[in-house]
């Protein structure tokens, strides 16, 4: 029974399955209803080779507010119905106590090969310049690390802030290619970006 009730909780039995287990196939049919049943739509689910302790197969999501990469100290965080969404453990939405302590969860990063995962990086510019987003992309590349998203800013005063979403395999990689960024002539500062 801990092991059917924790299967649902975490995402893994499906309460439809759980159901026809225990209704006889030749059970009367529910009367039937003009009213359209509501479309479910299950979350896309991704794995990162993450593990929850003493679960196996549960639907693991990352959480898109704090973006963690393997390297980042995390979290898991049941959710209702859509198994467990894995945050950073400095993400500001659980240092403001926006979640409930009680439905935290031991995870850890596996230790097998990882898939790229999306991180959002500020790029402070002193002094635009002719080729400069060039450099930043080309910096970006040298790491092996692809850019998803690009948004350039620049203000009268020919400064800017560019926001790039990159994808990475791990917090090295990623903070190589921020040490990369830092090092291009008239950067003036790159931080990674959480809680957007």
Partial sequence: MDDLLA?????KLAVSTVVARFVPADAPAEPKTDAKPEKQTRPRTETGGVTVKGVDDVLIRFAKCCGPVPGDP???FITRGRGITVH???????A???IDRDRTVDVEWAATEQQALPVKI?????RD????LADISTAIS???ANIVKAEVTVTEDRKGLNHFTVEVKDLDQLQGVMAAISAIKDVIGVERVRGL
């Avoid at 500020?122 to 002193?126: E, K, L, M, P, T």
Wanted: charged share 15%.
């Fill in 7 to 11: 299967g649902l909780g975490y995402g």
């Fill in 74 to 76: 995390i979290v898991g």
């Fill in 142 to 144: 040298s790491r092996q």
């Fill in 129 to 132: 310049r002719p080729g400069l």
């Fill in 96 to 98: 403001g106590g926006a």
């Fill in 88 to 94: 950073a453990r400095d993400c500001p939405n659980l």
């Fill in 122 to 126: 500020a790029v402070h510019i002193g």
